[in-house]
């Protein structure tokens, strides 16, 4: 097992192939990977739609940045963020300070074909069409391209491929 210096930090929209980018990473780096909203769930045992219906999108963004705090103190692994991770200032200074920080990129229909059937994604919920994930991504995209160390197109790849692109750029 290859032994990292820092996290491996995967950022970008919903649906952009954080997660399974994240476990192709894993498996060819043969590093542990973890899932900040995984860790969220896990700590609260309650779905993201529940703690956005229930405590508010405040609530969890609390936690996600607590979550930075958590793995800070951890071993460097691979870690998959929420798409919103970025959003925050204060978030891209506690990654930047433990991590790379690799921004995965992809056009407005790709993340619809990738989203289009959750029930999973709280700010998607009737709004679940290209026009709106435009607009969305539009608003995110400066602070998403300003957290980046390394900005990845990952339109028609695979996770695998996508994992690979990141390899090269990182080494
Ligand atoms: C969010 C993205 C989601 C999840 C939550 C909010 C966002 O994660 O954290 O629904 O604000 O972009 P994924 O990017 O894994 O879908």
């Given at each position: 097992m290859i032994k990292l210096q820092k996290h491996i930090f995967l950022?970008?929209?919903?649906?952009v192939g954080k997660t399974s980018t994240s476990r192709e990473l894993a498996k060819e780096l043969n590093i542990k990977e973890t899932d900040t909203d995984a860790m969220?769930?896990?700590m609260e045992q309650r779905s993201i739609p529940e703690i956005f219906e229930t405590s508010g999108e405040a609530y969890f963004r609390q936690k996600e940045t607590g979550i930075l705090d958590i793995l800070a103190k951890q071993e460097a692994c691979i870690v998959s963020c929420g798409g919103g991770m970025a959003m925050r200032e204060e978030n891209v200074a506690k990654m930047k300070k433990s991590g790379t920080v690799v921004f995965l990129q992809a056009t407005p229909e790709t993340i619809y074909s990738h989203v289009k059937s959750s029930t999973q994604r709280p700010l998607l919920n009737g709004n679940m069409n290209v026009p709106y994930i435009r607009?969305?991504?539009e608003e995110r995209e400066p602070k998403y391209q300003a957290a980046a160390d390394?900005?990845?197109e990952t339109d028609g790849l695979t996770p695998r491929q996508v994992a690979e692109r990141v390899v090269e750029a990182l080494q």
């Open positions: 950022i970008g929209f919903m649906g969220i769930v896990e607009q969305l991504m390394v900005c990845i």
